[in-house]
């Protein structure tokens, strides 16, 4: 089945979906976008990547392309044409098309919207049950790290030198030393006391979803939370550390560069938390974005 990619108020084939020369999204960066997860059919905490993308969107001055509701709809749509069960949508806004120069266009320019769909939701239960590896990387991206915007060269660059050796994610660290966050992925850490650490919210990090999520879990099963910054000296003598995302969950580290976590294998506190996120995906209600035919 050919995929199907929704482009400015057409659903047209994946292969022919194509934006304008002069979209400031590709000649400036001058955009934000969204992954949203799809579980069973069932969008997971859509309500908080609409509630993202329209903060993104106000901080960067761009008018919303169509409503919630209608955003909802389109994403729905693209899901069922493209029959995802168990997958993403990519949503993606610029501040639209017109004539190469740095000042914003007249406001009555029209955002330009993309949206795309497709199955996959990240690594599966043998690498959790496994762990990976992260190698620290010094966090050079640009000082509004809290907008999801589409400029990600830093962050590439940062996970392409992970990947090369041979870890998963790239663990970004401050010039103070402490950790911000990864590549794409926000990062936790276990005490040896077993309270959860992960960096307060601020201008520094992304406000992730599944981070929220993963704190309102945490907090139900009674575990102690601290919002605060830790040093990459402090993840490496950690108990557990972990990272989470859209796609990752809750995802054990097992080694930070050449420094093994704990007895090198997955923690049982993660794996934990991590199982009850998986719960919490068994128990999607709401309208499902794929109807199976």
């Known amino acids: 089945m050919s995929r199907i990619a929704y482009v400015n108020g057409r659903y047209v084939p994946h292969s022919q979906a194509m934006v304008h020369v002069e979209d400031r999204g590709y000649q400036f960066s001058d955009g934000i976008y969204e992954v949203t997860g799809v579980y069973k059919g069932r969008p997971i905490d859509a309500e908080g990547h609409w509630e993202r993308l329209e903060r993104s969107l106000r901080e960067l001055s761009i008018a919303m392309p169509m409503s919630r509701r209608a955003l909802d709809f389109v994403a729905s749509q693209v899901v069922r044409r493209n029959r995802v069960v168990t997958g993403i949508v990519y949503i993606q806004v610029t501040r639209g098309v017109w004539p190469r120069n740095h000042p914003f266009p007249p406001k009555v320019t029209p955002p330009a919207l993309v949206m795309t769909a497709r199955n996959g939701l990240g690594p599966g239960q043998a690498v959790a049950e496994r ?10 991206r640009w000082g509004r790290r809290d907008i999801k915007t589409v ?8 996970k392409e030198k992970a990947h090369h050796e041979g870890g998963f994610e790239a ?9 911000t966050e990864c590549a794409s992925s926000n990062a936790w850490i276990i005490t040896r006391d077993g309270v959860l650490v992960t960096r307060a919210l601020s201008n520094d990090i ?9 704190r309102e879990l945490a907090l139900g099963m009674g575990m102690q939370i601290e919002e605060r ?9 950690a108990r557990e550390v972990f990272i989470s995302s859209t796609g990752s969950f809750a995802l054990p580290v097992v080694r930070i560069d050449e420094t093994v976590i704990g007895n090198g294998v997955p923690g049982t506190l993660t794996l934990g938390l991590r199982a009850r996120y998986l719960e919490f995906l068994e128990s999607l209600s709401g309208p499902k974005w794929y109807d199976g035919h």
Do not use: C, H, M, W
């Not at 762990?131 to 050079?140: E, F, K, L, M, R």
């Not at 663990?171 to 950790?179: K, M, P, R, W």
């Open 131 to 140: 762990g990976v590896s992260v190698y620290s990387q010094p966090d050079i």
């Open 151 to 158: 400029s990600l060269l830093p962050n590439v660059l940062a």
């Open 171 to 179: 663990l970004l660290v401050a010039s103070d030393g402490t950790v």
């Open 206 to 214: 992304l406000p992730g979803i599944t981070r929220a999520r993963l």
């Open 229 to 237: 910054s830790f040093t990459l000296d402090e993840a490496k003598a």
